[in-house]
């Protein structure tokens, strides 16, 4: 009679298990399926529900990275982060540090997103991350290393190379070499505020480059305005 039960229960502990496994299957032929729908919609919520179905049903590192990618790019940077985390790790993918640099300083963590960026300029230098380091390293008060990485990017931006900036309610690019000699600009302003006139000159030069970089002209009435009501005045 025991041995009876024992062999039912284990064709039912097998069957269900089986059952299961059958379930779970399905379930990600689903999931699968309808994650490429959405991305053929273009809609990010169902996307973003899709991907997270797929990672509790079959966790994956790839695709939860690109999960955090999604959430970043949809300006979800809190999700992002608790998706991936913010820890600095050598395991991390690049897809995974990028994530974690853009959304760590859209969050306005400048000292954890400088650790991030770093790493990515370890791993492959452009100037484009130069100029992320620099303006990172202005606001964390390095203007020495700020003023490195800002010669390295003039250096080596090219024409066709652009930055967006956003201190205008309608979003606006420029060369990103004029981005360079702005910050540039801001970098001899800090260093030394007596020449002032020096700090106007090179600001020019990226307003030469773009005379309707917006964030430069700014930059330039501000600078103005300092020279011509010097501190003592005020």
Known sequence: MKKTVLIVLIAVLFSSSYTYSQTKTELQKHYQAF?????????????????THLNVLSPSKERNDTLAYIYANDNQHLQALNTIGIEKLATDSDLAVQVKAISLKALNQPKRALE?????NTRE???YLAYELA????????????????????ANATDDMKYAFYERQQPYEVPLKAAFLHVKGLIQ??????????????????????????????????????????????
């Open 135 to 154: 303006d990172l390293k202005v606001q964390l008060g390095d203007n020495t290393g700020a003023m490195t990485n800002v010669e390295y990017g003039i």
């Open 189 to 234: 302003y800090n260093i030394d505020k007596n020449n002032i006139d020096q700090a106007i000159a090179t600001i020019d030069q990226a307003l030469q480059i773009d005379p309707n970089f917006n964030l430069a002209s700014l930059s330039k009435q501000a600078l103005t305005s300092r020279k011509d009501t010097p501190e003592e005045k005020k």
């Open 35 to 51: 994650y490429d729908q959405m991305r053929l919609q273009g809609d990010v919520d169902g996307v973003i529900n899709a991907l």
């Open 125 to 127: 230098p452009n100037a």
């Open 116 to 120: 991030q960026f770093e790493v990515l």
